[in-house]
């Protein structure tokens, strides 16, 4: 499959850590509970935390709605739940991508009736092509209008998620 390669891994570094600092400074004095969204959030999630300089707690989500598809299905399943209590907490979801925005729609609402003191959305990149909801990104590292993206973690069918830099793919 042919590829163009959009963000290199330098670039995405750098932005990771800003946007570390931002949210170093946001939560200065508190712990928040960040949770990261599998599969395809591990590298910036990780990326994301070492560049703290605030303690944080971490936790995971695992929803699916794309199977073996370029297209959400719009049919979001919890296939792995966040473990740690959640009222009272000061979240930061993490994402690797919103594209549709169903996926956060749900799990934000989830974490809200948990009773979260406040959740704020942290995405690496913000795709509006497609938007279905309305989502606020609090923390955004690149937006990028259209195209399906692979590498740093996004994946199609569950490949390319290892390429070291964000991809369009040639369809």
């Known amino acids: 499959m042919e590829m163009e390669c959009l963000i290199t891994l330098e670039d995405i570094r750098k932005r990771v850590k800003e946007l570390g600092v931002q949210i170093s400074q946001d939560y200065r ?15 910036f999630f990780s990326d994301l935390i070492l560049s ?22 719009g049919d979001i399943k919890i296939t792995k739940d966040v473990e740690l209590p959640v009222s009272g907490q000061d979240i930061i979801l993490v994402e690797d991508i919103i594209d549709t925005g169903l996926t956060l729609k749900v799990i934000e609402d989830r974490l809200r009736q948990r009773g979260a003191s406040s959740v704020r959305i942290c995405v690496l990149i913000d795709k509006g092509e497609r938007r279905k909801e309305q ?11 259209e195209g399906f993206l692979v590498g740093y973690g996004l994946d199609f069918n569950e490949r390319y998620r290892y390429l070291p830099g964000i991809f369009k793919l040639k369809t």
């Open 135 to 145: 989502i606020y990104i609090d923390y955004c590292g690149f937006k990028i209008d």
């Open 52 to 73: 703290l300089d605030i303690p944080v707690k971490i936790d995971f989500i695992r929803a699916a709605s794309y199977g073996a598809s370029m297209e959400s299905s």
């Open 29 to 43: 004095g508190k712990e928040p509970l960040m949770i990261g969204i599998l599969n395809g959030v591990v590298f």
